[in-house]
């Protein structure tokens, strides 16, 4: 997968059985520890915000075909790309580090899948620490969560930068 990030490929990964989820986008880290890609939204047909999964989770991946690009109507990945450093995106703990002070949505799957919005106050070895917001956009506690319990990491999105833009 790591000449998929090289060559910024397009591709769908699916992290089933764990989850039944599959994440479309270019790929831009691939290593044995993250795959990060810049998320494709199949409604607008370009690219909006960033996805961070463990290479763990990663059951099987697909390169789109030349046909699959008649959905990107507006290759807006360059603007994108350029507000990040991705020297910065290694792994789990670097990632965060690099958002801190950032707001950010962590699934954590299992028998119960948690969802939790925030913006990250600090970066431990193992876990990182979020300013919760509820639902109605307000401040709520703050939750510690381990990296060994996040499952999906995003950041960057429409839906991020509304909560950003809206809180109280």
Not at 58 to 83: F, G, P, Q
Not at 133 to 160: A, H, P
């Amino acid at each position: 997968m790591e000449e998929l990030a090289e060559q910024k490929l397009i591709i769908d990964i699916d992290l089933a059985p764990n989850v039944d989820d599959v994440y479309t986008g270019k790929c831009l880290v691939a290593n044995s520890e993250i795959v990060m890609l810049l998320n494709f939204d199949e409604e607008d047909g370009e690219f909006d915000g960033f996805t961070i999964v463990k290479n763990s989770d990663v059951e099987k991946y697909r390169t789109w075909e030349e046909e699959d690009y008649a959905e990107l109507k507006n290759d807006n990945s360059e603007r994108l790309i350029t507000n990040i450093d991705l020297k910065n995106f290694t792994d789990l703990e670097s990632s965060l580090k690099s958002l801190i002070s950032e707001f950010v949505a962590i699934f954590i799957y299992g028998e119960e899948d948690d969802f939790f919005v925030g913006k990250i106050l600090s970066v431990k070895s193992d876990s990182v620490e979020l300013h919760l917001v509820d639902e109605d956009s307000k401040w709520n506690e703050i939750e510690i969560i381990k990296f060994s319990d996040i499952s999906y990491l995003g950041f960057d999105t429409e839906y991020e930068r509304e909560i950003k833009k809206n809180v109280v």
